[in-house]
C-alpha cells in the first residue's frame, strides 16, 4: 500500500466496487502529526487501481490511513491502514 522514495510517498489504492468516491488520505509522521490530504473523485478516471504521489517534506511516514473518519461506503475496512 505504501512505498517510501526520499521526500516522497507513493500510495497504491484500489477500487473493489463500482462505486467511486473522493479519498481522504490521512499520514501519519513518525513525529506524531498527522496530516490529511483529500484527492478528487476525478482520479478514478484513472482506473480502479493507481498510485498516488504524496510529498512528505522529508518527515518519516510511519502511518497512512484512507478514510480516517470512516464516512464513506466500504465493503472491507481492515485494509484502509498501513501498517496493517
Known amino acids: ?16 466496487a463500482q462505486m467511486v ?21 476525478d482520479m478514478w478516471n484513472l482506473g480502479s487501481r493507481f498510485t498516488v504521489r504524496v510529498r512528505t517534506g522529508g518527515r518519516q511516514v510511519v502511518g497512512v490511513v484512507v478514510d480516517p473518519r470512516a464516512i464513506y461506503p466500504d465493503i472491507d475496512r ?7
Not at 500500500?1 to 489504492?13: K, Q, S
Not at 479519498?23 to 496530516?35: C, I, K, P, Q, S
Open 21 to 41: 468516491l473522493p479519498v481522504t488520505l490521512e499520514l501519519r509522521y513518525a513525529d506524531g502529526a498527522r496530516e490529511t490530504r483529500e484527492l478528487p473523485i
Open 1 to 16: 500500500m505504501l512505498t517510501l522514495v526520499g521526500d516522497t510517498a507513493f500510495v497504491f489504492l484500489s477500487s473493489r
Open 78 to 84: 481492515a485494509n484502509n491502514r498501513w501498517p496493517r
